[in-house]
T-cell receptor
Framework: GESVGLHLPTLSVQEGDNSIINCAYS??????FIWYKQESGKGPQFIID?????DKRQGQRVTVLLNKTVKHLSLQIAATQPGDSAVYFC???????????FGKGITLSVRP | NAGVTQTPKFQVLKTGQSMTLQCAQD?????MYWYRQDPGMGLRLIYY???????DKGEVPNGYNVSRLNKREFSLRLESAAPSQTSVYFC???????????FGQGTRLTVV
């Protein structure tokens, strides 16, 4: 699989490979993080979340890793499928504040 | 269960016209949000309401006003539309701390 930071707009992977999408967050007070998937013409959809007292959380085919030391978040997608093609966003929430802010997003393109 | 409903889905305005974007959720959520999404810019927070009776500015509040009409409804008003406000607008809601937000399907607004 490939990994790329959110400063690059597109990640292209081969169907069946693993994908890794990275996100650097800026607010050290953030203690809750969410990954969203957005398909063309639709609103963002929740994928997985993680709280700051955890380093790793697994879902179905997805894993989120949190490294608080370097303020880094990643989303791993196992056995990437064509239906995974979308834009992916990370989001953070600082402390008890309700403010929910997003990173710029990355487009994942799956090659058949 | 409708979730988050936005109206209208599409709108074309002339410069200087005003309009209100409507958002309603039926999930008994406490917090509601308005975002705009421009190509290559990701989701930017305009205003949010942490709970009924409160509203706060987000990253890009200029040119907009909001009203948290009741727990279900959160409206976004453009008093004098400008071409720079051409965008896709998303409303979201969440129940509280450390929970994910649910999004509506968006309103595509064009200002000519």
């Amino acid at each position: 699989g490939e990994s790329v930071g959110l400063h690059l707009p597109t990640l292209s992977v081969q169907e069946g490979d693993n994908s890794i999408i990275n996100c650097a967050y800026s607010n050290s007070a953030s203690d809750y993080f969410i990954w969203y998937k957005q398909e063309s013409g639709k609103g963002p959809q929740f994928i997985i979340d993680i709280r700051s007292n955890m380093d790793k959380r697994q879902g179905q085919r997805v894993t989120v890793l949190l490294n608080k030391t370097v303020k880094h978040l990643s989303l791993q997608i196992a056995a990437t499928q064509p239906g995974d093609s979308a834009v992916y966003f990370c989001a953070e929430i600082p402390g008890a504040n309700s403010k929910l802010t997003f990173g710029k997003g990355i487009t994942l393109s799956v090659r058949p | 269960n409708a979730g988050v409903t936005q109206t209208p889905k599409f709108q074309v305005l002339k410069t200087g016209q005003s309009m209100t974007l409507q958002c309603a959720q039926d999930m008994n959520h406490n917090s509601m949000y308005w975002y705009r999404q421009d190509p290559g810019m990701g989701l930017r927070l305009i205003y949010y309401s942490a709970s009924e009776g409160t509203t706060d500015k987000g990253e890009v509040p200029n040119g907009y006003n909001v009203s948290r009409l009741n727990k279900r409804e959160f409206s976004l008003r453009l008093e004098s539309a400008a071409p720079s406000q051409t965008s896709v607008y998303f409303c979201a809601s969440r129940i509280g701390v450390n929970t994910e937000a649910f999004f509506g399907q968006g309103t595509r607004l064009t200002v000519v």
